[in-house]
């Protein structure tokens, strides 16, 4: 039980890790690519920017659930950490820490299918499936 709890921890704290340093940063540098498109397209041709509009609110309310998901984990490790008890700490990561990280992968998972692959940290499943390039 503490093996699972110490893998746990890490495998946690490693997805907080790459959500802060790679995956919000690239969707906003992403968005702000699209905002700034839809800016230049509206300043000639108003109402032109749909794709990159309709973009920049998914990304925008996508990276707000990532953001608020990631917080949680966080408190969640630190929380975890704290139960003194193998078998209670096994029980807190399996029912509240992995539920988190579930939320948060599945929204991650939304981003990287919405954010141009030319922005994305990392390989995509295709990339993996395919051949990385």
Known sequence: LGNYCKITDVEARTLSDMVRKDILPAASRFARELAENAAAKNAVLPSASGYETETVKIISE???RVYRNVCALEKK???AREIGDSAKASLFYKDEVIKVMEE?????????????SDYWP????SEMLFGIK
């Open 104 to 116: 948060l992968r599945a929204d991650i998972n939304k981003l990287e299918t919405t954010v141009s």
């Open 77 to 79: 490790i630190v929380s």
């Open 62 to 64: 996508l990276t707000d």
């Open 122 to 125: 990392y390989p995509t499943y």
